[in-house]
């Protein structure tokens, strides 16, 4: 039986999931920790699970166009330093999921229940689709968990 090339693993987004995230200034420029988030990935890693950054920050495509390969690896090593700061470790860092993936924690997913094309969402409460536009979300205040 050959190796896997790449082991099961849980993708954790960086903006707005694990880092605070106010809009787009640089590759370079990362938000304060999200506690919560922080606590909740150091126990994964405290349990054993291989954790990465899940994040189009290391994108070839950035927000102008195709970025030089430089840039992508300076925006590499401030993420490396960032998870060395916050989390105890430097993690992996990709903006792909693979096979191997078994989790994704990301602020922009929109979970689905397997085989239906139903969200968890509609599921649990019963609510029909009325979500062709992803923009129509819900989306927290800052000030709480009140929405929109």
């Known amino acids: ?7 099961p693993h849980i993708l954790v987004d960086l903006d707005s999931t694990l880092a605070h995230y106010e809009g787009w200034s640089s590759p370079y420029d990362i938000g304060a920790p999200v506690k919560p ?5 150091k126990k994964l890693i405290k349990e054993g ?10 994108s070839e495509e950035g927000p102008y166009g195709l970025r030089p390969r430089h840039e992508l690896d300076k925006t590499r090593d401030v993420i490396r330093k960032w998870c060395k700061a916050h989390l105890g470790k430097e993690l992996d860092i990709t903006n792909k999921k693979t096979f191997h993936t078994v989790q994704i924690i990301d602020d922009r997913c929109l979970q689905i229940v397997p085989n239906t094309g139903q969200s968890v969402v509609e599921f649990i409460t ?7 536009n992803p923009y ?8 709480g968990l009140k929405t929109k």
């Open 126 to 132: 019963g609510v029909g689709s009325k979500l062709e």
């Open 1 to 7: 039986m050959s190796k896997l090339v790449d082991e």
């Open 136 to 143: 129509s979300l819900p989306i927290p205040a800052k000030e």
């Open 37 to 41: 988030m922080v606590d909740r990935i």
């Open 49 to 58: 699970k291989e954790v990465k950054i899940f994040t189009a920050r290391v």
